[in-house]
């Protein structure tokens, strides 16, 4: 599978295009607006970023708890489920008066509730798409996402602004309403991939089973340890240049569509493996620059040209699913889209506690350095098999 035309025309990808967008604009929709909320009703930025961010640690909690459900519900029911959790959710955080303390312990149910729908959303590319067709149809769901939040963070904004924080909560909820009537009546009726009741037990399980292969291990490992530091030098870009952070937040955005189109429409299979290595360190490299405390072009250059190695992520997740059977593929790319979330917030968290010491730019090149010296140290383990010799 090659072109946008063929994965378009593949049965139950396009509604499933339409469950993740809908989702991802909801996210991005409800965020500002309960960002903006809160703030109005507390003057805390802590607490206001917690509404907006809050949901993604409460992921982290659903990946040690409840992702074995994303290989042991039925794909379409647990997408309609979780699509009107967050309906529902999202509905009740908008009420008047609504206590903060309930209203975080809402968004930590829309975060639990997150942790298995995606699992679940990323799991069915494996069942309705053929094997060499995953990085094509996932690039694509990365750029929707990419355009949706942009989207989804501008009509908020206007909303927020023209009609009020609540009004864009709900219309926020509508969003993820279609998602789950996209799911329900777009998707076919499957059963679950993996066989037994969804429990914490098998949660643990799976997940030990996932993380205890050498394999495996250096993969999640890659796909979370790189990434999270190099998000971490995108949390710095407002220190960095108040006046020109949000240049620096487009060219990242842009050079990372750049990437999936890159990755998932031009670079041929038998590429892949050669290019990792490379797209890999791309990620981070750039970003030592910063190092010299760079003019504004270079900065524009350098992190437009890093942005793009974030393709390798998809290279990584189509070689996870190469090592993981199938009843457990959902569970897989749960755990690593959680972990995921879990290392951006800490590479941000170790990026801001280093600038306080060196200043913006000389923690950007502290944490793009960990970031090499990370991808460095697993790349043995990321080499493909050298076959046996015959005889």
Request: aromatic share 8%; proline share 7%; with cysteine.
């Amino acid at each position: 599978m090659r072109t946008y035309r063929d994965l378009f025309r593949t049965p139950e990808y396009t509604p499933l295009f339409a469950v993740a967008s809908a989702h991802s604009a909801g996210m991005a929709m409800t965020g500002l607006a309960l960002g903006t909320l809160v703030f109005e009703a507390t003057r805390s930025p802590l607490l206001s970023s917690l509404a907006m961010f809050g949901p993604s640690f409460a992921q982290l909690v659903g990946a040690t708890t409840l992702l074995s459900a994303a290989d042991r519900l039925p794909p379409r029911a647990a997408l309609t489920m979780t699509g009107l959790v967050f309906a529902l959710v999202t509905a009740l955080v908008a009420i008047p008066g609504l206590p903060m303390a309930a209203l975080f312990a809402l968004l930590a149910v829309q975060g639990l509730a997150g942790s298995v729908s995606g699992g679940v959303r990323y799991g069915m590319l494996t069942d309705i798409l053929p094997k060499d067709g995953y990085v094509l149809g996932r690039s694509v769901l990365n750029m929707s996402t990419g355009l949706t939040q942009i989207a989804g963070f501008g009509i908020g904004g206007v909303l927020v602004a023209f009609l009020s924080p609540r009004g864009a909560v709900l219309v926020g909820a509508g969003l993820y309403l279609a998602s789950a009537l996209a799911a329900r009546f777009g998707l076919t009726a499957r059963p679950a991939r993996g066989e037994g009741r969804p429990s914490i037990a098998a949660t643990w399980r799976i997940n030990a089973r996932l993380l205890t292969s050498p394999a495996r291990r250096c993969v999640f490992v890659a796909l979370w340890v790189p990434n999270g530091l190099i998000v971490g030098c995108e949390s710095l870009f407002v220190p960095y240049s108040p006046s020109h952070a949000g240049l620096l937040l487009a060219v990242a955005a842009f050079g990372m569509l750049a990437g999936d189109v890159l990755a998932g429409r031009f670079v041929p299979p038998d590429w892949r493996e050669r290019l990792g290595p490379f797209l890999r360190l791309l990620l981070a490299a750039p970003y030592l620059v910063f190092a010299l405390d760079p003019a504004l072009p270079v900065a524009v250059v350098a992190i437009t040209a890093a942005s793009v190695g974030y393709c390798a992520t998809l290279l990584l997740q189509e070689r996870l699913m190469t090592l993981t059977p199938d009843e457990m593929h959902g569970q897989a790319l749960g755990l690593f889209s959680s972990g995921m979330l879990a290392m951006q917030a800490v590479g941000a968290a170790i990026a801001g506690g280093v600038a306080q010491v060196t200043g913006p730019a000389a923690a950007m090149a502290v944490m793009a350095a960990g970031s090499v010296a990370v991808t460095l140290a697993v790349a043995p383990g990321l080499r493909p098999p050298v076959p046996a010799e015959a005889g």
